[in-house]
């Protein structure tokens, strides 16, 4: 088992077009609390030590939404993909850092 340092990245940043809704999709309510809510609580019961959300569409809303969480905020300002997203998040980590990835609009 590693003893490095565990951060979790949830990508939160995207539209949700399909949605047909102004609410990001991630805080869309599913058994009681925004989708999202449920991963973070997945990250949580893992141990991580770092939850690093990437943000983009409806930030503000978000950051509001779970402003009483203790993440990590991440701007995506364009929405380029998974790998982008990782880039963004990727100065947050330690070089020997385990680091597990996790969509926010898929609870678990």
Excluded at 22 to 28: I, Q, Y
Excluded at 30 to 39: I, N
Aim: charged share 15%.
């Amino acid at each position: 088992m590693s003893t490095n340092a565990k951060s979790v990245v949830i990508l939160a940043a995207g539209k949700g077009t399909r949605m047909y809704s102004a609410l990001p999709k991630v805080l869309h309510h599913l058994a009681g609390k925004p989708m999202v809510q449920h991963v973070i609580d997945t990250a949580l019961s893992l141990g991580a030590q770092n939850v690093h959300l990437v943000y983009g569409h409806g930030g503000d809303l978000l950051q509001n939404t779970l402003s009483d969480q203790n993440l990590n905020w991440v701007l995506q300002a364009e929405q380029l993909g998974t790998g982008h997203a990782m880039q963004q998040a990727a100065p947050h980590f330690a070089d020997d850092e385990d680091i597990l990835m996790l969509y926010g609009d898929v609870p678990l």
